[in-house]
């Protein structure tokens, strides 16, 4: 369906009533499609933005596949990060990675409303989206400046992929299972050379992760450095290792048989032996908007299952 064909229908439904004065004028809204009962939340929220006299802007994927009419009013967008100030991500973890990559360049803060259960980064919840919503867009919220890594992988000396990872960027086996061999640099400093089953490299927002699963710490989102996790490394001495933001990484793949470099988790590059992987902090951050209410420590003890306080 092309955006031509899009359908609308007047915003009718019932909505809550906020009158309030936005810090953020042209809003942008993303999701998954296949989201469970997505359209009725997409429909309600775009009238209450609308009412506010604020520009709505619809992920052009979604509006493209959305099996119900579009409130009138909204426009159609294929790039929000260029035309938004402010993105509302409709979805879990994953739909907000996804979204995190198209934000970033633009340095456009994000807002993640939950469609499920908690999730680490989509802290505002279906239930209380519009009073919470009301709030934050008039400046009462908690911001995080996230880190953002950048890799670019070299052939023959030419850059044939660049890349953006919230999360991490991950080296690791493919099909075959077998293990691959890399030497790491930090700063042009050779490390060590290793033979596992891959590394991650993770920021603190990904530390949560499948950098937590593989061993690595958890580091709060405040911290400006990365870590280097190894996955199944043949040697048990091989642990991971924290280092500043400041720092650029290199990784030289010097038996790949069947390696990818993985962002996210969400999309990969084939590696070939003598490629070099090179990790830096991207010059942007990335603004993650949270309710006051928001508690870090909270969070962890929610989806990592910790004690709750006895005293």
Sequence with gaps: MSAAHIRYI??????????????????????????????????????FLLQQQLNVYIDEQYAQQAEQPLPAGCQISSDLGRQCDLILVLGGDGTFLAAARQAAP?????????????????????????PELASMLTGKYL???CLVLE?????????IHQALALNDVVLSRGGTGQMI?????VNGEFVYTQRSDGLIVSTPT??????????????????????????????????????SDNF?????????RDARLHYDGQSFVDMQSKDIIT?????HHLRVLHPTHYQYYKTLRQKLHWGEQLI
């Design 10 to 47: 007047m915003p009718s439904l019932p909505t809550p009533r906020y009158t309030m004065k936005s810090q953020f004028q042209h809003i942008g809204l993303i999701t998954r499609p296949d989201t469970p009962n997505i359209a009725k939340v997409i429909a309600e929220l775009s009238v």
């Design 106 to 130: 633009y340095r456009v803060p994000l807002i993640g409303i939950n469609q499920g259960h908690l999730g680490f980064l989509t802290q505002v919840t279906r239930e209380n989206m519009f």
């Design 143 to 145: 911001a995080d400046e």
């Design 151 to 159: 890799a670019i992988v070299s052939r023959d000396g030419e850059t």
């Design 181 to 185: 061999e890399f030497e790491v640099f």
């Design 206 to 243: 990904g530390s949560t992760a499948y950098s937590l699963a593989a061993g690595g710490p958890i580091l709060q989102t405040t911290l400006r450095a990365f870590t280097l996790v190894p996955i199944c490394p043949q040697s048990m001495t091989n642990r991971p290792i924290v280092i």
């Design 248 to 256: 650029e990484i290199k990784i030289l793949i010097t038996k790949s």
């Design 279 to 283: 990790l830096r902090r991207y010059h």
